[in-house]
């Protein structure tokens, strides 16, 4: 039976896994030109949509539960996409567990544990060490496989999907000093978790290098509260850039600054972190980090049916690529 793969397939067409699965599902929304590559490089590697995982010659339904923190966010929504059309190859079953910040973590890991599931996907960007530790030890403890999704950690031994947030955050950060810009902010959350801490760190990489002062202003993720923190905040203060942590904090600057008649990008110019739907319903649109959440998803779903079938597991903390996304909101 051969091993190869969607993932194998997108990267030997120089395409997202996105866009093989639109091939093979949904072919009439995909350029001409594309799907013959993608076809052409389908039947050099003898790849096969319907094979089942190896491990899985009885043909079985294997569940397989993904756990989520907010399903209203943007970016979750798009990821359980890639996660689902990975899971149908391999006729894996989905079983979606929410755990939220008012959740007891240990009490909703219980929970989840003694669910009939064979393996999980834990989707969080939000989690320290201490949360990912407890998180892994219970799955392990229960002889559960478990892949952590747009997480990242220094712990050893814990299999995520993500991108390098600390080189995204120094890369947007150059892209706008090189725009000239010297008082560049950025808006973070106020509550500290990983994912969080690598953008800092690389905004922070980028500011120094150029003898500039880091400025990091911490806010909630909820409109109502940080647009009155901008408000406020920003009235007296010198900024000619900000770099949201997410694209939903950014569009409420933007709304705040236009407010008081700043002009975007010519006074100061705004990029997000996500590239979700707020970036293209922003005005103006949102430059920001394309963060590939389908394709973290979808490795994500591939790389767990490698621990649960026994697959050799070459690399467990995969780093996909990113990209700037550049729009009008700066220059």
């Known amino acids: 039976m051969s091993n190869v793969t969607i993932y194998d397939v997108a990267k030997a067409s120089g ?4 866009t093989v699965s639109r091939v093979l599902n949904n072919p009439e929304k995909v350029k001409d030109v594309t799907k013959k590559r993608v076809l052409l490089v389908i039947k050099e590697l003898g790849y096969r949509p319907n094979m089942i995982a190896r491990g899985l010659a009885s043909h079985k339904t294997t569940t397989v539960g993904v756990v989520i923190s907010d399903i209203t966010r943007a970016s979750i929504s798009e990821m359980l996409g890639g996660i689902s059309d990975i899971a149908k190859k391999y006729n894996y079953t989905i079983k979606l567990f929410t755990v939220t910040e008012s959740d007891s973590l240990m009490d909703s890991l219980d ?4 669910e009939k599931i064979d393996g999980a996907i834990y989707l969080n960007d939000e989690l320290d060490d201490e949360a990912l530790s407890k998180i892994k030890e219970t799955f392990d403890d229960n002889q559960i496989p478990l892949v952590f999704a747009n997480v990242a950690t ?11 947030y600390l080189k995204a955050s120094y890369e947007i950060t150059n892209f706008l000093i090189n725009d000239n810009r010297k008082n560049i902010y950025m808006l973070s959350t106020t509550r500290r978790y990983n994912i969080n801490d690598l953008k800092e760190q690389g905004y922070t990489k980028a500011i120094l290098e150029n003898n500039l002062e880091p400025k990091i202003f911490r806010t909630s993720g909820d409109t109502n509260i940080n647009t009155q923190h901008f408000k406020a905040f920003f009235e007296d203060k010198l900024i000619d850039a900000a770099i949201a942590v997410r694209d939903s904090i950014a569009v409420s600057f933007i709304n705040v ?11 100061i110019a705004v990029s997000g972190f996500q590239n979700t739907k707020y970036a293209l319903l922003s005005r103006p649109t949102l430059t920001c980090i394309d963060i590939p959440v389908y394709d973290i998803g979808a490795v994500a779903m591939r790389l767990l049916t490698k621990y649960m079938t026994g697959e050799k597991v070459e690399e467990n903390n995969i780093i996909l690529q990113h990209q700037i996304i550049r729009r009008n909101s700066t220059r």
Not at 111 to 114: A, G, K, L
Not at 258 to 264: C, E, P, V
């Open 154 to 164: 220094k712990l050893d031994n814990v299999p995520t999907v993500s991108i390098d």
């Open 257 to 267: 600054a236009r407010l008081a008649h700043s002009k975007i990008p010519d006074d």
């Open 111 to 114: 929970e989840i544990v003694s």
């Open 15 to 18: 395409v997202s896994l996105a």
